[in-house]
T-cell receptor
Framework: SQQGEEDPQALSIQEGENATMNCSYKTSINNLQWYRQNSGRGLVHLIL?????REKHSGRLRVTLDTSKKSSSLLITASRAADTASYFC???????????????FGSGTRLQVQP | DSGVTQTPKHLITATGQRVTLRCSPRSGDLSVYWYQQSLDQGLQFLIH???????AKGNILERFSAQQFPDLHSELNLSSLELGDSALYFCASSPSTTDMNTEAFFGQGTRLTVV
């Protein structure tokens, strides 16, 4: 089962509009990360927000974290056609056997930006 | 370019066979993670190695095994292959040991097709 669940599963917007994706998780975390994946390619790290941070910016990206609600959001402002990709949130979760943590990914949001 | 190299890029094999996927991490990264991405299961964490030692296990089948060598490259061995093993297999590396408090760098993946 996935630790993080993104919402919506799919999002289609026009160029220039803002895109907001949400992520909910179940257990306590020390950080939450967002990744992007172009179709069939490797994941690219976008931003990491620590549990003691509420908001973080990187270029056109804005990430918020609400640990009381166990949720995060990723906002892409002034979207471009090149932003078309799948976006995943990821949190460190304990592994099956050793209890040590590994990065566990949500199911992703597929973003389509229409030119 | 993430600095993580995976070979081969594509692999087609028959059911019952065994294959080996290879990963070279970024220079200086001691942690290697393996993930499986399929349409129905999403991105699943398989296993984590740090400096040659297994650190965490995820949803890795008993038919699958991995190791990390002294030069830090890693191999994922998949045996008695089934049709359902067809997926994208990603390797990621990071400088982090535990708690995943830094970003992970992903390779471009190996697309395995079992026929």
């Amino acid at each position: 089962s996935q630790q993080g669940e993104e919402d919506p599963q799919a999002l289609s917007i026009q160029e220039g509009e803002n895109a907001t994706m949400n992520c909910s998780y179940k257990t306590s975390i020390n950080n939450l990360q967002w990744y992007r994946q172009n179709s069939g390619r490797g994941l690219v790290h976008l931003i990491l927000i620590r549990s003691n941070e509420r908001e973080k910016h990187s270029g056109r990206l804005r990430v918020t974290l609400d640990t009381s609600k166990k949720s995060s959001s990723l906002l892409i402002t002034a979207s471009r056609a090149a932003d078309t990709a799948s976006y995943f949130c990821a949190t460190p979760q304990e592994g099956r056997d050793t209890g040590r943590r590994a990065l566990t990914f949500g199911s992703g949001t597929r973003l389509q930006v229409q030119p | 370019d993430s600095g993580v190299t995976q070979t081969p890029k594509h692999l087609i094999t028959a059911t019952g066979q065994r294959v080996t996927l290879r990963c070279s991490p970024r220079s200086g990264d001691l942690s290697v993670y393996w993930y499986q991405q399929s349409l129905d299961q999403g991105l699943q964490f398989l296993i984590h190695y740090y400096n040659g030692e297994e650190r965490a296990k995820g949803n890795i089948l008993e038919r699958f095994s991995a190791q990390q060598f002294p030069d830090l490259h890693s191999e994922l061995n998949l045996s008695s292959l089934e049709l359902g093993d067809s997926a994208l297999y990603f390797c990621a590396s990071s400088p982090s040991t535990t708690d995943m408090n830094t970003e992970a760098f992903f390779g471009q993946g190996t697309r395995l097709t079992v026929v």
